[in-house]
């Protein structure tokens, strides 16, 4: 399976301004979580930020010692959401790139979406491939326990749902925590960038959402335990712990 993971990062973030660029124990958010993705998942990870903010990102990852050709895509202007910069980002890396031997080839088979605001991943997140055996699913996540995640509002997404998978911020029974990590078939996330945000998705500001005005059944891998995302200024300071 050809898969490639991409963090889609920006500087616009409302809850918390330039989140991806805070600083956890020295380095910015955006290095550790690129870092965790590599340590996670046997396969490419690379960066996808918006193209106005090119020269920004080139210093940021020169200032960690990474080489930005290696690890960044710069996407188009106007994407809604993290899962459109992937998708743009995915059809970018499938062109030809000079001195990328393992870009310019054919498409990828799977395309994951891993939100770069969690500082830490654990290794059992590699799981996200495995409801992709069944041929009815196009888009895989995770989902966890709540840990202690009960009180932190509508920052925590949950799943509900048996057969058709749900998400909501509102505060429900019976639902645990999703993590912020999609893998996606190739032609799925295809359709999802062609498909127009209906009004759930935006009220909720749940990418994942719009899956079902595009046709794509969504499979959740459940595990022990969830992760904590940077999601308000709160978050960084145990973020470090």
């Avoid at 124990?25 to 290095?31: D, H, K, R, T």
């Avoid at 979406?113 to 799981?127: G, S, V």
Wanted: aromatic residues 8%.
């Amino acid at each position: 399976m050809r898969a490639i993971v991409i963090l889609p990062v920006h500087l616009g973030s409302t809850r918390l301004p330039r989140k991806f660029l805070q600083e956890i124990n020295g380095v910015p958010l955006f290095w550790r979580a690129f870092k965790e993705a590599e340590r996670v998942f046997p396969c490419p990870v690379m960066l996808a930020a918006p193209l106005s903010e090119r020269d920004q990102w080139l210093a940021a990852a020169r200032d960690c010692d990474l080489e930005p050709e290696q690890c960044f895509v710069f996407t188009s202007e106007g994407l809604r959401n993290g899962t459109e910069r992937c998708a743009d980002a995915a059809t970018i890396l499938e062109g030809p790139v000079p001195g990328n031997s393992w870009l310019g080839q054919p498409p990828y088979e799977v395309v994951v979406n891993c939100q770069a605001d969690m500082p830490y991943l654990r290794p059992e997140f590699i799981r996200v491939f495995e409801r992709l055996a069944d041929p009815r699913i196009e888009m895989a996540t995770l989902a966890g326990d709540w840990g202690d995640r009960r009180n932190d509002g509508p920052h925590v997404v949950k799943v509900i749902g048996e057969e058709e998978k749900d998400f909501t911020r509102r505060d429900v029974d019976e639902a645990a925590v999703h993590i912020g990590i999609y893998a996606y078939k190739r032609d799925a996330l295809r359709r999802y960038a062609a498909t127009q945000p209906a009004d759930r998705e935006l009220g909720e500001g749940l990418e994942q959402l719009r899956c079902p005005d595009a046709g794509i059944r969504i499979g959740v891998t459940y595990l022990t335990h969830a992760v904590k995302a940077i999601d308000v200024p709160g978050d960084l300071l145990h973020a470090g712990l």
